[in-house]
């Protein structure tokens, strides 16, 4: 039990890497709250790990809109007293044109899901890990920020801006006994990406160019995630781990 008596937030836990994440955690003694702005899929997620006789609590979020945020982090507080880890998957996948064609809408959507929102959740977890002098924060950035990939400027920007984000988080509030490291995920197996890289037809091509020759799976990148939260990375932070198959090292 790697988590035992902690309290969780993932946020995204209704689907794919967030899903799996809760899932997991709850398997390792952590009370979780699945926090998405999909509330019939955040309850199903809760159903499966009390099923398996898991702790965990449904709360519906827009990540992008700062009372709802308020509000979930008060349910964590009201529901279980506490708060230890929070995990940052939420998240918009999208393709985009090239940048003339990219409307303001589209690029503001993106910045406020994938990169606000990230830091509504930060801000509001740190005054109570602060407080306890102990906390841990994982964010999900993307292996697209490291080639500037082309398929979304939105989103490879947003992304770009999670790990900065993370550098600084750690850099402000490490010493007082907060970490933060950052994820960057190639293509893993979801309901996310198989919606956006289904719809273009790429995601079997895009699995070609991985030299393990497939893409990855959620409890893959969970089991990592984990790693990240627990006692057995306690002297890392401010860092960014790629998980993707080899692809960005060929
Ligand atoms: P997913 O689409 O399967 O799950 C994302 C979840 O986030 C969904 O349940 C969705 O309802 C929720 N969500 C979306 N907008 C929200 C909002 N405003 N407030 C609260 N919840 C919201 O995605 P996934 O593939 O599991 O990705 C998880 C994270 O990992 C994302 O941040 C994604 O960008 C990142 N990532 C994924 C991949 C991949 O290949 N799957 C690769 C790199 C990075």
């Avoid at 937030?9 to 709850?26: D, N, P």
């Avoid at 926090?35 to 965990?56: F, P």
């Avoid at 993307?142 to 400027?153: N, R, Y």
């Amino acid at each position: 039990m790697k988590l035992d008596g902690m309290v969780a937030i993932v946020t995204g836990g209704g689907s794919g890497i967030g899903e799996s994440t809760v899932k997991l955690f709850a398997t390792q003694g952590a009370s979780v709250v699945v926090a998405d702005i999909d509330y019939k899929n955040a309850e199903r997620v809760v159903e499966l790990v009390e099923r398996s006789g898991g702790k965990a609590i449904a709360v519906q979020v827009d990540v992008s809109l700062w009372p709802q945020v308020d509000a979930m982090i008060q349910t964590t507080l009201d529901t279980f007293n506490d708060l230890n880890i929070l995990v940052n998957a939420a998240g918009r996948q999208v393709h985009t044109p090239d940048i003339t064609e990219v409307s303001e809408d589209e690029w503001v959507k993106v910045m406020d899901i994938n990169l606000k929102g990230v830091f509504f959740c930060t801000k509001a977890a740190l005054p109570i890990m602060v407080n306890k002098g102990q906390g841990v924060i994982v964010n999900l950035s993307s292996a697209s920020v490291l080639e500037g990939q082309t398929f979304s400027a939105p989103y490879s920007v947003s992304k770009a801006g999670v790990e900065m984000f993370t550098k600084i988080t750690s850099s402000q509030y490490r010493r007082r006994g907060v970490r933060v490291n950052c994820i960057l995920p190639g293509l893993i197996d979801t309901p996310g990406s198989r919606n956006v890289e289904g719809k273009l037809g790429t995601f079997d091509s895009f699995v070609k160019t991985i030299p393990s020759a497939r893409s990855g799976r959620p409890d893959e990148v969970a089991h990592l995630i984990l790693f990240l939260a627990s006692e057995e990375s306690s002297f890392i932070s401010g860092i960014s781990v790629v998980i993707d198959g080899g692809r960005d090292a060929q």
